[in-house]
């Protein structure tokens, strides 16, 4: 049966009508338990866990490290980690059976895929980073490069399909919330900005590239990534949503892409899957490549910097128990210090908090998107919509 909700493109293996149930079951389960349930994650901690510390201290938890320490024995907070945990593990496996039953006939028809509209340049000489190789990152069994065969696209099936049911169809039918987001903000904040040439980083399946394409239609739109099963399965992904796109396989960390050779250089959540060396590289090459005038702009989770220690604690748990082994250090790591170190100038630093595209309805983002909306505290607050964080700099 279709995957109800999601975009039906030629290269999604489709559920039978259990595994979807199953799938959409545990979508749901999430949802209730990062919402109902983790809502109640701070009164708890305000109520008992805090209390208990200065009692026992004479002073409040200094930090998150201390906060993980105590909220980690009470039981509430065990429960809902356990779950959590457990749930993200289930995603997993409640797609796998749909894309170990379609393998062998996903790959041929991934591999027949004929360039008509962008291309595929695959370098076997690309080493996957360790940063990505020791671990598998949330969760995902055999991460984003497994090759299980040859020419297979396993990986990235079961990341398509993982992916709608992990965010529960909240990043609209293709997955490309966060790349639609980018795009629509880069051209309703800066009018005027016509980028001829865009690049995404980290492409994995080319969910968050595609809509670089269809905001800016004249662009010619290039992406890139280690992974070789996500590459091939972006490639065909693409081709069939009749969408151009020019993928390439290549670390961000040194790419073979001439000086000064585009105007917008963008990523969706790759930065917290990163080590602090990487993050440092993959910004000079941003400089390097970027044509003077053109803008860097990264989405990524919120920094540690200007919440509270409990909000802190409670956004890197996933550094201890959703094989997120870099999110704590990307979170208390200044972008605007790696921008400087890699050739921006300061003031030309952009830090911009946005609405997501889809959860906020038009006006509002565009009002956000535009500036419009003030800002009381340094940081703009949406309510109970979606927002996201977005780094970068004018070159």
């Known amino acids: 049966m279709p995957t109800a909700g999601q975009t039906q493109h030629a290269v999604l293996p489709l559920a039978t009508h259990d595994e979807y149930a199953r799938q959409s079951y545990i979508s749901d389960l999430r949802m209730h338990i990062l919402g109902d349930i983790g809502m109640g994650m701070e009164r708890v901690y305000e109520s008992r866990v805090k209390p208990a510390f200065e009692k026992a201290h004479k002073r409040p938890p200094k930090d998150e490290h ?15 980690s356990s779950m959590i945990r457990s749930c993200q593990e289930m995603i997993w496996d409640s797609v796998a059976s749909t894309v170990e039953r379609a393998q062998p006939e996903l790959n041929a028809r991934v591999n027949s895929t004929r360039a008509t509209l962008g291309s595929l340049t695959l370098d076997p000489t690309v080493k996957v980073p360790r940063y990505l190789a020791a671990s598998d990152v949330h969760l995902m069994p055999g991460n984003y490069h497994t090759e299980w065969t ?3 696209v396993s990986q990235a099936a079961l990341f ?11 990043a609209g039918p293709t997955c490309d919330g966060n790349g639609r987001t980018i795009a629509e903000l880069v051209k309703r904040r ?5 980028p001829a040439k865009i690049l995404d980083l980290g492409c994995t399946v080319g969910n968050n590239t595609l809509p670089h394409k269809h905001v800016f239609p004249d662009a010619a739109l290039y992406a890139v990534d280690v992974a070789t099963p996500c590459l091939r399965y972006a490639h065909a992904r693409a081709e069939s949503l009749g969408t151009a796109v020019y993928f390439y396989q290549m670390d961000a960390e040194q790419m073979s892409f001439a000086d000064e050779s585009f105007d917008l250089v963008v990523s969706c959540i790759l930065f917290h899957e990163t080590s602090r060396t990487a ?57 605007d210090e790696a921008a400087v170190s890699a050739g921006f100038a300061r003031d030309k630093i952009v830090n911009i908090v946005v609405p997501d595209f889809y959860a906020a309805g038009d006006a509002a983002f ?5 500036g419009s909306i003030k800002k009381s505290d340094g940081v703009a607050r949406w309510g109970e919509t979606i927002e996201w964080y977005l780094y970068g700099a004018w070159k």
């Open 66 to 80: 201390e906060i993980h320490d105590v909220m980690l024995r009470d039981p509430y907070a065990k429960v809902w």
């Open 150 to 152: 040859s020419g297979d």
């Open 160 to 170: 398509d399909r993982g992916l709608y049911v992990y965010q529960a169809g909240l």
């Open 190 to 194: 800066w009018p005027e900005f016509k």
């Open 279 to 335: 993050l440092a590289n993959i910004y000079r090459e941003c400089h390097r490549v970027l044509r003077p005038g053109g803008l860097m702009l990264h989405m990524e989770t919120p920094r540690a910097f200007g919440l509270t220690p409990f909000q802190a604690f409670h956004m890197n748990w996933d550094a201890y128990y959703n094989n997120e082994p870099y999110m704590q250090a990307w979170t208390n790591t200044s972008t």
């Open 366 to 370: 565009d009002a956000a998107a535009k």
